[in-house]
């Protein structure tokens, strides 16, 4: 458990998954600005142990609620591979200040746990909520990746946002590990 003064990072168990699956098929919870899917349970469990190496993890509240996730994946690479990070909350807990937090547990969390020189995170141009904690968080935007996203029927432009280590220095929120 990854703990932060408004919300916790709880590893996604096989217990989540009903629950994971279910927000990955809701278009109201991916929000529009991610692609739309539908995936088995099964499916959602195979997501674990893709080669993208992604671990997701639960957002919850301090009373146990869990109101989203926040995921980190390898985006891969001939010269080696990148860490990504997804996030998305429940429609009813945004604009709470959560998610800007969960991405400062994870920011620490990684640059704490890999060795790694950089963090990205890439959003639909029209994303304006995810450009906004992106940018609270000290992440950077590096550019226009063009024709990226293949969104609600429509191919759209992408902005590539990073946090490098030596713009981190040290944790911000995380201090138990
Ligand atoms: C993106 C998302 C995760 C943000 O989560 P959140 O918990 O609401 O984020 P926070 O409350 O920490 O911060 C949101 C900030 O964006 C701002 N914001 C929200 N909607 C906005 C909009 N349409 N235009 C401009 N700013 C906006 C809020 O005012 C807030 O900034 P502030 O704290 O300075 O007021 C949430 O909107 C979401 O789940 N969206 C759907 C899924 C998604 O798009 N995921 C990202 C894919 S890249």
Request: proline share 5%; hydrophobic share 40%; net charge neutral.
């Amino acid at each position: 458990m990854l703990e932060g003064k408004l919300v916790n990072l709880r590893i996604v168990e096989k217990e989540d998954l009903p629950l994971f699956a279910e927000w990955l098929n809701s278009p109201e919870f991916l929000g529009g600005f991610q692609p739309l899917r539908q995936l088995s349970k099964t499916e959602a469990e195979k997501i674990l142990e893709s080669p993208l190496e992604l671990k997701p993890f639960i957002i919850e509240k301090k009373d146990g609620t869990k109101i989203g996730f926040i995921a980190h994946f390898h985006v891969l690479h001939p010269t080696g591979s990148k860490l990504e990070i997804g996030y998305a909350l429940v429609p009813s807990e945004r604009g709470k200040g959560y998610c800007t937090e969960a991405i400062e547990i994870m920011v620490d969390y990684l640059f704490l746990s890999k060795d790694t020189m950089r963090i990205q995170a890439c959003t639909d141009v029209r994303n304006a909520a995810s450009q906004k904690v992106l940018e609270k968080t000290s992440f950077k935007k590096e550019g226009t990746m063009r024709k990226y996203l293949f969104i609600g029927g429509e191919v759209r432009d992408a902005y590539l946002y990073s946090i490098l280590r030596e713009e981190w220095k040290e944790p911000r929120i995380l201090t138990r590990m």
